[in-house]
């Protein structure tokens, strides 16, 4: 799914490597902030001045200015963006078809009628594969199954890579109807491709592909890659016929098809089969332990399972055991369970069992979440590992993290054991605004470089990393600052999210008289990375009519032409 390369290309994402550097993906909640309103002290005039000097070269800024194929007055109308997104499919530079992707899946059946017509011209086109293989990615991740035609018109076409494509989309998609089609394909497909193909008849007809893979396992068993992962897929089947089947057949069967075909049957009440289960969980082999626990948490036997999380040898088991019964629905007997393996000498199985109880509210394992934080480095990230689900959910919880890793930076508890920069690291995991703040602040005063980045932006990429309520205070600050420099750094880390919010702070950055003319093309290249296409480029066209900068304008107008220029 590549595109053809060309003009200027955008610079690599925002790089927050490492644990500690990555944003909360939890959900957090909104919770007020009382001190939010009092500005900060901005920089003096004649320091915005000089930093303002300097974004030309700021190197989130300097490659927007660069020669490009379209510097002229970007007319193009912007009224109804679908056709410009599809021209995106088979010419489009590759973050532009990137995100002409991503909007043209949500729109739906909205986007259809001109997919329709664009694969209608690729498929006649002997160079079109590729541009095909764009197309129907969009449709196979629509939510609609409306395009379902365009993935089955493609099954016709030579090339593997494009019925492929339209393979994976109809195992989201497919109908009954598909499951010959399907099967037509059996015979000329790679072995790859047969796996794929399984996958999508099971989606077309469950019933059909039950029975099909009965029939295979009473067979000489050719083609197996068809029915790769098909024992795990079927084995929750409630259908007698086939369970009478799985009983005759998993006997004389090996590897993972015996024990979830097993599984499926001790499931249905065959005390037999599950005594059979149980004696091979004690096996000496630890893989075929692992195999058979997996087989029967996939049934929805875990409770089989849960001893081994005490008595199993093997520490990998014991760890896949704490994951399935942390998927359990919440009870007395699961968290008896998961308060066993905290005691567990290995401290990948602990941290699995203290994460789960931490976040149902489990009082001792939020505190020896805390007490980890006063540790080494590694023990810091595993704290933070244990009390991240818990501290999303409870903000309450979440103050008492930034409060401890406060005091610690600051040693009131102890002698600092890691570096600093890691403490506020981890303080950026806290998914509040005090967090936001905090690291803000310091902002304010750091200088030199951090990590080969200037210590200012550095901090507030880390105060981005605090969650939707800790980049909602940031983009607040952005009124208070004089420095335009720093007001792009503002601009950087509150819009680590693509939302409302963060689009409608990146328009009016756009928009407010007091933006320099690189500030705005900055917010215009954040933008048009955010969409939709249909609010960003109508915006973005009246900004750039106004932008007389000489360097900046023709910038402008580059970047509208690569993202909302209909190709030829």
């Known amino acids: 799914m590549t595109a053809r390369s060309g003009g200027r290309r955008h610079g690599a994402g925002l790089d927050t490597a490492g644990l500690l550097l990555l944003a909360c993906a939890s959900a957090c909640g909104r919770s007020h902030d009382p001190v939010g309103k009092t500005p900060f002290p901005s920089s003096s005039p004649g320091a915005a001045e000089g930093r303002a000097r300097d974004l030309a070269s700021d190197d989130r800024i300097a490659w927007l200015l660069a020669p490009c194929p379209h510097p002229e007055a970007f007319l193009a109308d912007t009224g109804d963006p679908v056709a410009v997104l599809v021209s995106k499919l088979a010419h489009g530079q590759l973050d532009p078809l990137r995100q002409a992707k991503t909007e043209l899946a949500q729109m739906?059946?909205?986007?259809?009628?001109?997919l329709r017509r664009f694969c209608d011209r690729e498929r006649s086109d002997p160079q079109g594969a590729q541009h095909l293989l764009n197309a129907l990615s969009v449709v196979g991740a629509m939510e609609t199954h409306a395009g379902r035609d365009l993935l089955v018109?493609?099954?016709?076409?030579?090339?593997?890579?494009?019925?492929?494509e339209a393979v994976r989309g109809l195992a989201r998609h497919a109908a009954p109807e598909d499951y010959d089609r399907l099967m037509a394909l059996v015979p000329i497909a790679s072995s790859d491709a047969l796996t794929a193909i399984g996958g999508a008849l099971e989606t077309a007809d469950r019933m059909?592909?039950?029975?099909?893979?009965?029939?295979?396992?009473?067979?000489?068993?050719?083609?197996a890659s068809l029915w790769i992962g098909a024992a795990e897929r079927v084995c929750d089947t409630s259908r007698p016929e086939i369970l009478a089947r799985f009983r005759e057949i998993y006997p004389h069967s090996e590897g993972d098809l015996r024990f979830y075909l097993a599984a499926a049957v001790a499931r249905a009440g065959d005390a037999e089969t599950l005594a059979e289960l149980r004696a091979a969980l004690k096996d000496e082999n630890p893989t075929l332990r692992s195999l058979v626990a997996r087989a029967l948490e996939r049934v929805g036997l875990t409770r089989e399972i849960a001893p081994l999380l005490w008595e199993d040898r093997d520490e990998a088991l014991r760890a896949l055991v704490a994951r399935a019964v942390a998927a359990l629905p919440p009870s007395q007997e699961t968290t008896g369970w998961l308060r066993k393996g905290t005691d567990d000498r290995a401290r990948s199985v602990r941290i699995a069992c203290l994460a789960v109880l931490a976040e149902r509210g489990d009082a001792e394992a939020r505190d020896q979440g805390l007490l980890l934080l006063e540790g080494n480095r590694s023990d810091l990230e595993y704290g933070i590992s244990v009390l991240r689900a818990?501290?999303?959910?409870?903000?309450a919880l979440a103050a008492r993290a930034l409060d401890r890793l406060e005091r610690l930076r600051s040693g009131q508890i102890q002698p600092v054991r890691v570096e600093v920069s890691t403490l506020d690291r981890a303080i950026a995991q806290v998914p509040l605004a005090d967090a936001a703040r905090a690291l803000f602040e310091r902002a304010q005063t750091a200088s030199g470089d951090i990590e080969q980045l200037p210590a200012y932006r550095w901090y507030l990429m880390q105060a981005g990393n605090t969650g939707p309520v800790g980049r909602a205070w940031l983009r607040e600050r952005w009124a208070d600052e004089v420095d335009p420099a720093r007001r792009v750094d503002i601009a950087m880390a509150g819009t680590y999210d693509k939302d409302d919010e963060s689009r409608a702070f990146l328009l009016r950055i756009t928009e407010d008289e007091r933006s320099t003319p690189l500030e705005v093309l900055y917010a215009a290249n954040l933008l048009v990375h955010q969409g939709p296409a249909a609010t960003v480029a109508p915006r973005l066209k009246r900004v750039?009519?106004?932008?007389?900068?000489?360097?900046v304008r023709p910038a402008l107008n580059c970047l509208l032409w690569q993202w909302y220029?209909?190709?030829p």
Request: net charge negative.
């Open 108 to 114: 739906g059946e909205a986007a259809l009628p001109e």
């Open 208 to 223: 059909r592909f039950e029975d099909d893979f009965v029939a295979w396992l009473a067979g000489p068993r050719q083609r």
């Open 544 to 551: 750039t009519l106004r932008i007389a900068d000489p360097r």
């Open 565 to 567: 220029g209909e190709e």
């Open 390 to 395: 818990a501290w999303a959910k409870d903000t």
């Open 153 to 164: 018109a493609a099954l016709g076409q030579p090339e593997e890579t494009v019925r492929m």
